[in-house]
């Protein structure tokens, strides 16, 4: 089971050992905008600053993808990720995907 502590953007955990690789893991969200959440988040335009709608609907959509990650890592018998990263890509207008990606690996404490 891969803990979201044991997820990092490097490529080591401090303390443990890469025992085994498993490759890389992902989790794949696409994500449409509503006809509502785009009108509210044109209103928020207006007044400027934090677009909360739209923050909060990106923030959403990575979570998801993040869990996707951990879940597809997991099923491999992984116990952490490293060089886990995020990108997305509009798919065509209002439709984006979200891919959170990277190595699962089985770790093990290093001998004191």
Do not use: W
């Not at 449409?32 to 988040?41: D, L, M, Q, V, W």
């Not at 600053?49 to 990106?58: A, D, H, R």
């Not at 018998?77 to 209002?94: H, L, Q, S």
Request: with cysteine; aromatic share 8%; glycine share 10%.
């Amino acid at each position: 089971m891969v803990l979201p502590e044991n997820v990092t953007t490097a490529f080591d955990l401090p303390g443990v050992r890469i025992r085994r690789n498993f490759g890389v893991v992902r989790g794949i969200v696409v994500r449409s905008r509503s006809i509502f959440g785009t009108f509210g988040a044109k209103l928020q335009t207006i007044v400027g600053g934090n677009i909360s709608l739209f923050s909060n609907l990106c923030d959403q959509t990575r979570n998801q993808a993040f869990d996707l990650m951990i879940e597809h890592a997991g099923k491999l018998g992984a116990n952490a990720v490293i060089g886990a990263r995020y990108d997305a890509t509009e798919i065509m207008p209002g439709v984006t995907e979200v891919l959170a990606y990277g190595t699962a690996v089985e770790v093990e404490p290093l001998p004191r």
